[in-house]
């Protein structure tokens, strides 16, 4: 068997935690595995990588970030290995780079073009356990990247594929994908299974268990992977192709993504390009929108409508001050700027095929005087933007009125 196993920050939090890992990987290891570890920064590095250099200059150059911010997996790489030979295990560290993860450019956000593991096998050949440098890789000319946060899972779930592995295991500090944040919804579940779509919306719109761009790329590549806890031996949630039961299961998660800010144009003339003007202009700074809400306008003299969407929360400044500077320009009222909201979504392939989901989600809300200032669907989500003090207060009504009563 080939098992890549992925440890994320908090299993690797300190020299115990290295050490549990140590003793979980010389495990399989001895069984007569190969063994092929990713892990990630140790919890709270890449965050206060961030910081320092931000406390230099609040836009730093994205090429030094990447730089900066491999080191933090580099530190991990080797004190896992230490941690191995301790234990009498035959281990190598490798970086993104030596691991034959090449990428494209892009700074900070850079995506995957190919895996050349070549190292990695020879290594495996000769028994040694290789531990891989998460959320990393390097350009063809040579140019250190990162993957975007979260981006173990990523380096994780690729390589399984370069890999062909038999298995993939995340491990983390929670026993596997639950039906909310257990943090926060303290009567969520574990899942036993998921689909690559769900687990999908679910990390698009919240629950940072799994980086999203990773389970894109499982599902692209057919990669099923197990996410369980590095604390216990408790089995985990499976992340597979969605099955014929899946879809007797109606909703399958409740998320709360509380990086969301919204703006609001008040009184948009309405005639054709005044959208195009806008969202190029906030394209063009490379700024990505969500949700987009604009109605159809009642005075026909002079017609014009509100429009409101969404962007992440610390693109808030910069996209205020690009429609701030196109509001003459193109004869609004007003612009406002929101950043005191959250949305709410529920997600599940049961909703393709029971009506009503709609209806009981905003019902449910209503109910507890929870005001819905923007919808948005898909065929298997519904998200809603809610006042934040509202949000987490919503997300447990949410998980009571879908959730609470499954099996
Ligand atoms: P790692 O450092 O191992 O990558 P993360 O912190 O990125 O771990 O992700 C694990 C965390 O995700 C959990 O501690 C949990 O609070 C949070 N989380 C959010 N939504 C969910 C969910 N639906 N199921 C499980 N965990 C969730
Ligand atoms: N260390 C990186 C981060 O904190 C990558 C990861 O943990 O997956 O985002
Ligand atoms: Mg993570």
New binding site residues.
């Given amino acids: 068997m080939l098992i890549v196993q992925k440890f ?2 908090t299993s690797v939090a300190n020299p115990e935690r290295i050490k549990n890992v140590a003793s979980r990987v010389a495990r399989c290891h001895a069984q007569g595995s190969q063994v092929v570890v990713v892990v ?2 140790m919890s709270g590095v ?1 965050d206060k990588l961030i910081k320092m250099a931000t406390e230099l200059t609040p836009l730093p150059n994205e090429r030094e970030m990447d730089m900066l911010l491999a080191t ?2 580099q530190t991990t790489i080797a004190l896992t290995a230490i941690a191995l030979h301790a234990l009498n295990v035959p281990a190598v560290s490798l970086t993104g780079a030596q691991a034959g993860i090449t990428t494209d450019g892009v700074h900070t956000k850079a995506k995957i073009k190919n895996i050349t593991p070549r190292q990695v096998h020879a290594l495996l050949k000769e028994g040694k356990v290789v531990i891989v440098a ?2 990393q890789g390097q350009t063809p000319e040579g140019q250190i990247t990162t993957l975007g ?5 990523l380096t994780a779930i690729a390589l399984a594929a370069a890999l062909k592995a038999d298995l993939c295991q995340i491990y983390t500090d929670v026993d596997g994908v639950y039906t909310a944040d257990p943090r926060v919804v303290p009567g969520a579940r574990k899942m036993a299974e998921i689909s690559y779509d769900e687990m999908l919306e679910l990390a698009g719109l919240g629950a940072k268990v799994m ?1 999203s761009r990773s389970v894109e790329f499982a599902k692209k590549f057919g990669v099923p992977f197990e996410v369980r806890s590095s604390l216990n031996d408790n089995p985990g949630t499976i992340v597979k192709e969605e099955n014929s039961g899946m879809e007797g299961v109606v909703i399958r998660g409740v998320t709360l993504d509380e990086n969301q800010a919204k703006i609001t144009l008040v009184e948009v003339p309405d005639r054709p390009g005044v959208a195009a003007q806008i969202f190029k202009a906030i394209a063009d700074a490379n700024i990505n929108v969500d949700m987009i809400v604009q109605n159809i306008s009642h005075t026909p003299n002079a017609p014009a409508t509100d429009l409101s969407f969404t962007v992440d929360k610390p693109d808030l400044p910069k996209a205020a001050k690009i429609i701030d500077g196109l509001r003459k320009a193109i004869g609004a009222r007003e612009v406002i700027a929101d950043e005191k909201i959250g949305k709410l979504s529920i997600v599940g392939v049961g909703m393709r095929s029971h009506p009503g989901v709609a209806a009981k989600m905003f019902g449910t809300l209503a109910g507890a005087g929870v005001n819905i200032q923007m919808i948005s669907t898909s065929e298997i989500k519904i998200s809603v933007i809610v006042d934040i003090t509202k949000g987490k207060q919503a997300m447990r009504l949410m998980h009571d009125a879908f959730l609470e009563n499954q099996t």
């Fill in positions: 994320g920050g990630s920064a890449t933090g997996e998460g959320f946060r979260g981006g173990s899972d980086q």
